[in-house]
């Protein structure tokens, strides 16, 4: 299958011919014909499939080939962060360029002047996060009255975020009558029921059920004490020189001290998590993507649904704390049609979680054999001698009580 089998129009063809796309991916090859003939999806896929293209494509097709007779938004795409944002704009424009359709992210955390400005000029698709948008429509400067298309894109995300009441007050400003795109990279009852009282007869698409993870990313795993994690990542990193990496911390206080050690070893790094402004973020991103860093540390919160190109490891430091959140952490790597490859590290206190996660997929994920001399080297050869004895016990008792919290929970 190509792309030259679809019926859309030459520019954009063109355009995925520029970005060097040569197959349809999975999931684009499932819904651009259903989105095409204007029906609703329902679509189960991680981000790393090529799934924004898979709505952005045949979205710009219909757009472009049906004139709007008026200025406001004909396509809404809601996303759960700034950064997913941002980047689902960039897919549009870079697919759009030589359509005359106009394409505006909008977020918090930036002035909002520009924003209506734009707007009242006219948009074709806007991209928002929930909070600025709703901001904007109840100032008046934004109404979604003539809405086409919404999409969803993850939505589970949006959930986990506490947007559920945003999403059923958009209900209200959107048309009834509209075709609806419900992206999700995981599945339970909540996230059905939404989706259910979203969609008309929609077609489902899921993309490898039991292995929502790709198929490109290889999966491995250590097990690490915790004190001695630092040393490991220190290994890895010296290691894999020239790589880009992604470690992910459950913390963002374990981000920053994560990013000490490596520093006190010389090795620079960066970290992202919700204690920095959107600037600090936007440039952490920037150099990230551009290869100017290439250890980026990171939290999930902070790093979901993000698309950085070229990541070959993703690191979980610390073990997720659920199967969907191990499949969104590996989802940074191995994206479209790149391989990638995803480590983990793990304590004793975290083998429950990783049971927890293991039993979400068909195959145990395969072990790293560390002998006692290839731990004690990788330990010894460190320059970061563990001077600091108060800061590593801290850090051992703040994660040991994590944990005793966690279980009272359950
Ligand atoms: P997404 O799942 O939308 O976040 O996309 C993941 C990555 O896959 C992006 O970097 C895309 O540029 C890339 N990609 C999407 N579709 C294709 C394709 N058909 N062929 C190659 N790469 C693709």
Redesign the pocket.
């Known amino acids: 299958m190509k792309?030259d089998q679809f019926r859309i129009s030459p520019e954009i063809k063109e355009s995925?011919q520029k970005?060097?796309?040569?197959?349809?991916?999975d999931?684009?090859y499932k819904s651009i014909p259903a989105i095409l003939k204007r029906e609703d999806v329902l679509a189960i896929?991680?981000?790393?499939?090529?799934?924004?293209?898979?709505f952005a494509i045949p979205i710009l097709h219909l757009l472009s080939t049906r004139k709007s007779q008026h200025k406001q938004v004909r396509c809404l795409v809601m996303a759960p962060t700034h950064e997913l944002a941002i980047?689902i704009a960039g897919?549009f424009k870079e697919f759009g360029k030589s359509l005359k359709l106009r394409y505006l992210s909008i977020h918090g955390g930036t002035d909002q002047a520009p924003q209506i400005e734009k707007l009242q000029k006219g948009v074709d698709v806007l991209i928002a996060t929930p909070g600025r948008m709703f901001d904007l429509v109840s100032q008046g400067h934004l109404k979604l009255d003539k809405v086409e298309i919404l999409v969803l894109d993850e939505a589970d995300h949006m959930l986990d975020l506490g947007f559920i009441k945003d999403i059923k007050d958009l209900m209200r400003h959107v048309p009834k009558r509209r075709q609806t795109l419900f992206f999700s990279a995981t599945i339970n009852e909540t996230i059905k029921k939404l989706a259910y009282s979203l969609v008309k007869n929609a077609i489902r698409i899921q993309i490898s059920p039991k292995d929502p993870v790709s198929k490109n990313i290889d999966h491995s795993l250590a097990f690490i004490e915790m004190d001695d994690k630092r040393f490991f990542l220190e290994d890895l990193i010296r290691n894999n020189a020239d790589q880009k990496m992604l470690v992910f911390v459950r913390t963002k206080v374990r981000a920053e001290r994560v990013m000490k050690a490596l520093k006190r070893v010389e090795v620079d790094s960066d970290t992202i998590h919700s204690d920095k402004n959107q600037k600090e973020r936007d440039a952490t991103m920037k150099a990230f993507r551009n290869g100017d860093n290439k250890i980026l540390i990171a939290t999930d919160v902070s790093a979901r649904?993000i698309?950085i190109?070229g990541v070959e490891i993703v690191i979980n430091y610390d073990i997720p704390e659920s199967p969907e959140q191990y499949v969104h952490r590996v989802?940074r790597t191995g994206?479209?049609?790149?391989k990638g490859k995803a480590i983990s590290f793990c304590s004793k206190e975290e083998r429950e979680l990783l049971a927890e996660i293991e039993a979400n997929f068909s195959k145990p994920i395969e072990r790293i054999q560390l002998s006692k001399g290839d731990y004690k080297n990788v330990v010894d050869f460190t320059d970061d001698k563990p001077q600091d004895w108060k800061s590593l016990m801290k850090e051992a008792q703040e994660m040991d009580q994590q944990f005793k919290k966690k279980k009272r929970k359950k």
């Open positions: 792309f995925i970005l060097g796309y040569k197959k349809p991916t999931i684009q896929a991680q981000t790393g499939t090529g799934k924004t293209a898979a980047q897919v649904g698309d190109p989802g994206r479209g049609r790149e």
